[in-house]
């Protein structure tokens, strides 16, 4: 960390708090992001810098992004100076993830040292976003797979669920078939992470939603056993926004989600629905780590304005491996230099064997073309067209059918819901 500090250990012998050294936090540190306590058991180190350290930028390089041999590698650094390290996979097989931030949090930024990790390890990585833009396409260019919209997102999620199936019948190097674990030799795949942008607005999709939440849990409870890693990007985890309590529960299980730049007001529910215990929801982080500008008062004397506060904290927010999150300011990548230089040369794809089982599914191939015949659901005939339900059991290529669940999210899609059952 290059800003400098001051810190002090303090030894507390009774759980009713502590006093710090008289004089010792300056008026507004706290305000400006520059104050920060680590309590470990009856020890407290406070920790004040003389500048914000989220307010810092730490560039990425592909030594930080590469996982060492534990799958460990740096997302960033926490506020006491500590790197912040996420994981390619966990003791229980690929590891999943959730980022959640709002418009300008740093979302994409994240995920994009996500992908890169991911890569650097040698995994096949899919990118669905629900929207693009320009760093999202960006990244999609050092991926086997990017596409938009919730139809590229439900094939995605399709042939994530198919190849549970298929890797589950691959024999490893010694004959047998094996739960995934980067530790054994012999494994005739490779790891795979599938990235699903701005996932809950996909899940909302009035023909393909419902299908994808299913998938989405499906893959999120089974899948790390076939090396299958999902990491969910969105503006939510909230129940009452479609996120369901299922899915949270199992990306929360097995990934170290990070949070970013959550309003004030948001905060307690925001961890709450992550499961974190309300002792341990931490404070909301300030609206700007610049200190305060001297000279408020010969400003007001003069009648001139007060100079902009520094809005910029993206990628500033919350780590959560423990049941304590801990401050992060992330790593930062300079896309318009470029991302190329944090990413292998070569993009790892699947094997030609798990191809050639999609494709005898009728679920590998050009996933920005319009649904295909019977992609859905049987066809209408002609006559039958005008009354034939637009959803309901959707096939899926191995003939299974997935029985929709209503996306009814309003009063007015509540009523329409009825009408078409109804058939007004």
Known sequence: MAVGSTWVLLAVRSSAGYAAPAGFFDEGADDEGRLFVTVDGNQVLVSLWDSSPLAQVFPATRELLTPDKDGRWVTGFLGNGQPARNRVYT???????????????????????????DALF???????????????????????HYGVGALYMIRLLRVLDALMEIRGEMPWEDGLA????????????????????????????????????????????????????IKVAGQSIYVQDGFTQLLCENLRENCIPVVLKVAPKKVADMFKALGIPS????????????????????????????????????????????????VLRTLYMDFRAGIHRYFPDTIATLTEHEIHELEARDLWFDWTEPPRPGEFGPEPDDEDSDDAPQ?????????????RRAAVTSPREALEAIKNLSSV
Not at 123 to 141: C, H, I, Q, Y
Not at 192 to 205: G, I, P, T
């Open 91 to 117: 003791d229980r097989g690929a590891a999943h993830g959730l980022f959640v931030a709002p418009s300008g949090g740093g979302k994409t930024q994240l995920m994009a040292l996500h992908v890169a990790a």
């Open 122 to 144: 040698g995994a096949v990585v899919m990118l669905a976003t629900e929207a693009p833009d320009e760093k999202t396409a960006a990244l999609g260019k050092h991926t086997a």
């Open 178 to 229: 094996h739960d995934w674990d980067p530790s054994l030799a012999g494994c005739p795949y490779r790891m795979l992470s599938a990235y699903l942008d701005e996932f809950l607005s996909a899940a909302r999709d009035g023909l393909y939603g419902a299908e994808i939440m299913d998938l989405a849990e499906r893959v999120s409870v089974k899948g790390r056993k076939y090396g299958i890693g």
């Open 279 to 326: 002792e341990h929801t931490p404070d909301p982080l300030p609206r700007s780590f610049s200190p305060a500008e001297k000279g408020r008062i010969e400003r007001v004397m003069r009648g001139e304005a007060e100079p902009p506060a520094d809005s910029n904290t993206g990628g500033a927010g919350w780590i959560v491996e423990a049941k304590q999150p801990d």
């Open 391 to 403: 959803q309901g059991g959707m096939r899926r290529g191995d003939g299974k059918s997935v029985t």
